[in-house]
C-alpha cells in the first residue's frame, strides 16, 4: 500500500475478495505526525472501603494533537473495565464518545484541522465486596 502522505511503499498483503464485505480496517502502523496521550488523573483516583463493599475510581483523559498541515479524521478507541459477576457493579461516564455496553467499548470521532488539539475524558467506578479480591488492581 503506498502512503498518500509520503509517498513511499509501506508493506504488501493478500486480501481474500471473498471475505470482504463494504468495508475493511486495518493499521498501517503509527504515524509520527499524531500525537496521542493518555493519563490517570490522580486526584480522581481512589480506592475506598465502604461498609460490606469498596470502590474503585478511576478517570483517565486522552490527548490526540494533529501536527499535520492538512486536516485529519481519527477514530479515538479505548475500553471500560467488564464484569459477568453480579457481586461487581460498574458505574461510568464518557465524555463527547460513544460506547457499547456490551463491550465497554469506547469511540470518539473527531476531525481534527492542523495543529489542532482534542481531549476527551471518561471515568468508572467498581463496587465490588470486601472480601473480594479483583485480579489487575
Known amino acids: 500500500f503506498p502512503s498518500h502522505d509520503i509517498g513511499a511503499f509501506i ?7 471473498a471475505i470482504i464485505e463494504d468495508s475493511l480496517e486495518f493499521s498501517l502502523g503509527d504515524d509520527e505526525s499524531i500525537k496521542v496521550e493518555r493519563k490517570l488523573m490522580n486526584d480522581k483516583n481512589s480506592t475506598k472501603s465502604i461498609g460490606s463493599t469498596k470502590k474503585i475510581n478511576q478517570e483517565y483523559e486522552i490527548s490526540v494533537r494533529n501536527t499535520k498541515s492538512k486536516s485529519i479524521k481519527i477514530d479515538v478507541l479505548d475500553q471500560i473495565p467488564l464484569s459477568g459477576d453480579k457481586n ?18 469506547i469511540t470518539w470521532t473527531y476531525v481534527l484541522k492542523p495543529e489542532e488539539t482534542k481531549k476527551m475524558s471518561y471515568q ?12 489487575g488492581w
Open 88 to 105: 461487581i457493579e460498574i458505574k461510568y461516564a464518557v465524555s463527547d464518545g460513544g460506547i457499547e455496553p456490551s463491550t465497554g467499548k
Open 124 to 135: 468508572f467506578e467498581i463496587k465490588y465486596p470486601k472480601k473480594m479480591i479483583l485480579v
Open 11 to 17: 508493506s504488501k498483503t493478500i486480501i481474500n475478495p
